[in-house]
């Protein structure tokens, strides 16, 4: 299995509604990743996570709560999202250390809608 | 820190014509570098990689990397544009030791029937 799984692949939320984004590998890699992609932009960092624990957070609002259960599973709780949270969230895993230089895998994302 | 650029947001190439796809990159450390390429309303898919090895890298779908460290670059090309090569093209940077990934801009390709 050499691919990354998210889910759903569309969804639309009101600002008072609470949902969340999966993501799933079985590649065994340790690093998982969230992004933010707006329109024509290139994808923004938001979490990492290295052997199931956070390891860099790039300032991101706590209206976004990722969550590691497992080694192969990544999750991103929304909570009173804003509709300038809108975006393309996109999921990717890695592995560590020197085999990092292989690349991220990333999933085909979740459209995000927030009205 | 690293750091890419992407020379050209918007390319435009006649079907069966050359691509070239320009990347800059900095970085203190010997760099891993990358190009994806992402089709509308999709993810990121990996076309090839730069990890030290062979500075000519060949990746799918025909395209290719040069990795030139006296130029800091590492442009993509393609020998012949394919109407389905139409897509953003990111280059992208990583080191050893640091888990972040960072993007260049991007750069649309758009070809010319």
């Known amino acids: 299995d050499t691919e990354v799984t998210q889910t759903p692949k569309h969804l639309v939320m009101g600002m008072t509604n609470k949902k969340s984004l999966k993501c799933e590998q079985h590649m065994g890699h340790r690093a998982m990743y969230w992004y933010k992609q707006k329109a024509k932009k290139p994808p923004e960092l938001m979490f990492v996570?290295?052997?199931?624990?956070?390891?860099i957070n790039e300032s991101v609002p706590s209206r976004f709560s990722p969550e590691c259960p497992n080694s192969s599973l990544l999750n991103l709780h929304l909570h009173a999202l804003q509709p300038e949270d809108s975006a393309l969230y996109l999921c990717?895993?890695?592995?560590?250390?020197?085999?990092?230089?292989?690349?991220?895998?990333f999933g085909s994302g979740t459209r995000l809608t927030v009205v | 820190a690293q750091s890419v650029t992407q020379l050209g947001s918007h390319v435009s190439v006649s079907e069966g014509a050359l691509v070239l796809l320009r990347c800059n990159y900095s970085?203190?450390?010997?760099?891993?570098l990358f190009w994806y390429v992402q089709y509308p309303n999709q993810g990121l898919q990996l076309l090839l990689k730069?990890?030290?090895?062979?500075?000519l890298v060949k990746g799918i779908n025909g395209f290719e990397a040069e990795f030139k460290k006296s130029e800091t670059s590492f442009h993509l090309t393609k020998p012949s544009a394919h109407m389905s090569d139409a897509a953003e093209y990111f280059c992208a940077v990583s080191v050893f030791g640091n888990e972040k990934l960072t993007f260049g801009t991007g750069t649309r390709l758009t070809i010319i029937p």
């Open positions: 970085s203190s450390v010997p760099p891993y």
């Open positions: 730069y990890t030290s090895a062979a500075t």
């Open positions: 996570y290295s052997y199931e624990k956070l390891s």
């Open positions: 990717a895993s890695s592995p560590l250390g020197r085999d990092a230089r292989s690349g991220y895998t």
